[in-house]
């Protein structure tokens, strides 16, 4: 008898199981599908002409996306200049305020010293304070540096990043055993050193997920951008996305406005399908241990 | 811990004086955070104070001020009214967009790190839900205007399909507007509170769930009894940033509805309001604003720092 029930509740429960999973199922194709027909739509709509657009939407791709890609280049807004800004100002602010957050974070996990508590008290609380409360200040110190239409003030700031140094301590806390940075001392080995060949090294998941983060925060921003850059040739890719939508586009062809869209979309996509494995693979190999 | 404290715990005085000497490195590691963080944050936020108590701004082609005027600036921020409206705004927006989208993301981080359900090809929709977090806000709400436009495809698909019998005006309606701008921060968001909500649930350890399935409790259970407790601190985190990304909302409507919040501003948000003073120079009134956005933020930020963040300074404590 005993055996019996369990038996037929085994059963039961792999049934349970197997409804469960396909409800799952279902689930997830129809949030993928909510995810990404936007995409499809415009990579269609980017391939047609502006006369073909006019005719309403079809499945099937056209054959102007070169011809748009053409005009969208030999026209008035300086969509190349603007790709090649956004992927300096993102690069290089992902690359310093990861190192320097890491930096900060290995100041406070890895010494001991008078106020380190206080420090890393202050830093937490201030790590939700958006940086747009202070872009009054802000925009009044670039112009007494003499640093408008300069990228500096742009990327510099990211290196004090306190939402990225608390990801990257409490990943730290669980994944750098200190015993490896004594063992390193013992070795001679500086501290400066230490830090960019053993804790570095260790950190590179949660890292690669915060540059991900950084990177896609600072290709996105506008905000910030759009008070610092003024001179066409500097304005990065949200700023032009910003421009098309303020000028009278019912006059645009609307295949060049696609073109340029999906020329700010596109490409991050593909090089996202490449680094997918970090920042999934990253937060799943890591994350938050307690 | 313990392993910790052996390594700096001084046993002579020699050792001691050599323990110091490294950890005057901490110092010098905090320098570059430090430095950056007094210039390009503490110097702009008493800027922004001290210009909150100024009168500063453009009449026409004139410039007025600066002034001192006290707190002039806030009262007249109050007395016009639009700042009322404006957070309210901002509010509405956030918890249509964030009721959806934490929904989605506790269920697909319960679904993904369940032990017992092992959903195939995991990997491509991580990706997939992840996807759109990368795209460019201001160009996605681009795109959402053309696709939303009267003559955009949505409008013709749906009067293809016999819903619509004539193009709706999807931005000249003020539910519409704002339940665009809503999806789309939902859209945009929830792949990346389920990957955060993922990391915290992964943290749970796996006898708990063995031994909730042993009792023989439902997955319901294991979920609002085990999951959802252990998951309290990743949780307040999620809602608490949710919740000041949602009063920084800007990119999303600002494109949308070309910076006019309309129909009759209403979806016209606080960043909105201040990037209008700000560009129309009215210095005054952006810092009276900037100022009241710091104080309402740092409420919110207190709260989260003493539910979940304190813990780890506790934690770091030895």
Avoid at chain 2, 183 to 209: E, H, K, Q, S, Y
């Amino acid at each position: 008898m005993a055996v019996n029930n369990t038996m037929a509740s085994e059963k039961s429960a792999s049934n349970t199981l197997r409804v469960r999973r396909t409800v799952a199922y279902v689930v997830l194709g129809i949030i993928s599908f909510f995810c990404l027909i936007w995409f499809y739509m415009l990579f269609i709509n980017a391939t047609r002409s502006n006369a073909e657009l006019g005719q309403g939407f079809t499945v099937i791709p056209s054959t102007h996306l070169g011809e748009n890609l053409k005009n969208l280049f030999h026209g008035t807004i300086p969509v190349g200049n603007g790709m090649i800004n956004s992927l300096l100002i993102a690069s290089l602010t992902a690359l310093l305020s990861t190192y320097f957050s890491t930096m900060t974070a290995y100041s406070i996990q890895v010494y001991n010293y008078k106020g380190k508590n206080a420090i890393f008290t202050f830093i937490l609380a201030i790590m939700m304070i958006p940086t747009q409360v202070t872009a009054l200040g802000f925009i009044n110190l670039v112009r007494k540096m003499n640093l408008e239409d300069n990228f500096i003030p742009l990327i510099v700031p990211s290196i004090a990043a306190p939402i990225t140094f608390f990801y990257l301590k409490q990943y730290m806390a669980s994944n750098l055993p200190l015993s490896l940075i004594e063992a390193a001392r013992i070795d001679g080995e500086g501290e400066l050193g230490i830090f960019n060949k053993i804790a570095l090294p260790l950190m590179k998941p949660a890292i690669a997920v915060q540059a991900i983060f950084t990177f896609v925060s600072s290709w996105n921003n506008y905000f910030t951008p759009s008070l610092i850059l003024h001179e066409d040739k500097k304005k990065t890719l949200p700023i032009l996305i910003a421009q098309l939508r303020s000028a009278d586009w019912l006059k645009f062809d609307m295949g060049q406005v696609y073109a340029m869209i999906a020329f700010s979309i596109f490409p991050v996509i593909l090089v996202y399908l490449f680094l997918s494995k970090y920042i999934v693979g990253g937060v799943t190999a890591g994350g938050v241990k307690e | 811990m313990s392993k910790s404290n052996l390594v700096l715990v001084p046993t002579n005085k020699a050792k001691s004086g050599q323990i110091d000497k490294l950890n005057r490195w901490g110092y010098i590691f905090l320098i570059p955070f430090m430095l950056v963080f007094i210039v390009f944050q503490l110097i702009p936020l008493v800027n922004t104070l001290w210009n909150s108590l100024f009168e500063n701004y453009m009449s026409g082609l004139k410039k007025v001020g600066p002034n001192f005027i006290g707190l002039g600036n806030y009262i007249k921020l109050f007395q016009e009214g639009d700042l009322a409206k404006y957070f309210g705004n901002t509010i509405i927006m956030w918890i249509l967009g964030f009721i959806p989208q934490i929904t989605i993301s506790l269920l697909l981080s319960a679904w993904f790190t369940n032990p017992m359900l092992r959903l195939k090809c995991q990997r491509f929709f991580k990706t997939v839900i992840y996807l759109p977090n990368l795209i460019m806000a201001s160009a996605f709400a681009m795109l959402f205007f053309t696709m939303f436009d009267t003559t955009g495809p949505v409008n013709g698909l749906f009067i293809k399909m016999g819903i619509f019998k004539e193009p709706y005006a999807f931005l000249l309606h003020v539910g519409s507007t704002r339940g665009l701008v809503a999806f789309m921060n939902c859209l945009m968001w929830f792949g990346n509170t389920t990957i955060l909500l993922m990391a915290g649930m992964m943290g749970i350890p796996v006898d708990l769930f063995e031994a909730a399935d042993v009792d023989g409790a439902t997955p319901g259970q294991v979920f609002w009894k085990i999951t959802l407790p252990l998951l309290r601190p990743i949780f307040i985190y999620v809602l608490i940033t949710s919740l000041i990304g949602g009063l920084q909302m800007f990119d999303v409507p600002q494109i949308l509805t070309n910076g006019s919040g309309d129909p009759m501003r209403t979806s016209m948000t606080l960043i909105m309001f201040l990037n209008k003073h700000l560009f129309s120079k009215n210095y005054g009134m952006a810092g009276a604003l900037s100022v009241l956005l710091l104080i309402v933020t740092g409420v919110l930020s207190f709260i989260v720092f003493r539910m979940t963040a304190q813990d780890e300074v506790k934690k770091n404590r030895r």
